[in-house]
């Protein structure tokens, strides 16, 4: 789990190939992160958890899993991203296979 202070809303870019999304903004002055595997039995997902990468800077939070390196082979792995955000932030998201909820 990784906490930015972020005490304005934020810019959210996500690049997260297959897996699930949970946004839940609320009045508060931090952004929280935690991302985990799907299916932490998977070691596609549990591989793709860990080198998922996080970066915070300038009022933009960026949340990025590597893309499969050969979808013949098999999928990227899917993971669970959990974000704990400013009311009235921004979120972009680029995916194949995602499921979103917003609170």
């Known amino acids: 789990m990784q906490t930015f202070d972020t005490p304005a809303p934020?810019?959210?870019?996500?690049?997260?190939?297959?897996g699930s999304?949970?946004?839940?903004?609320?009045?508060?002055?931090d952004t929280?992160?935690?991302i985990l595997p799907a299916?932490?039995?998977?070691s596609t997902d549990?591989?793709?958890?860990?080198?998922?990468?996080?970066a915070y800077g300038d009022g933009v939070l960026r949340i990025a899993a590597a893309p499969a390196k050969n979808?013949?082979?098999?999928?990227?792995?899917a993971i669970e991203v959990t974000?704990?955000?400013?009311?009235?932030?921004?979120?972009?998201a680029k995916t194949a296979d995602a499921e979103f909820r917003g609170v």
């Open 46 to 54: 549990v591989k793709a958890a860990e080198q998922a990468t996080v």
């Open 10 to 18: 934020v810019s959210v870019l996500l690049d997260v190939p297959a």
């Open 83 to 92: 974000v704990r955000l400013p009311a009235g932030s921004r979120v972009e």
């Open 71 to 77: 979808r013949v082979l098999g999928n990227s792995g």
């Open 32 to 34: 929280v992160v935690e």
């Open 39 to 42: 299916d932490a039995g998977k």
């Open 21 to 29: 999304i949970r946004l839940i903004a609320a009045d508060r002055v």
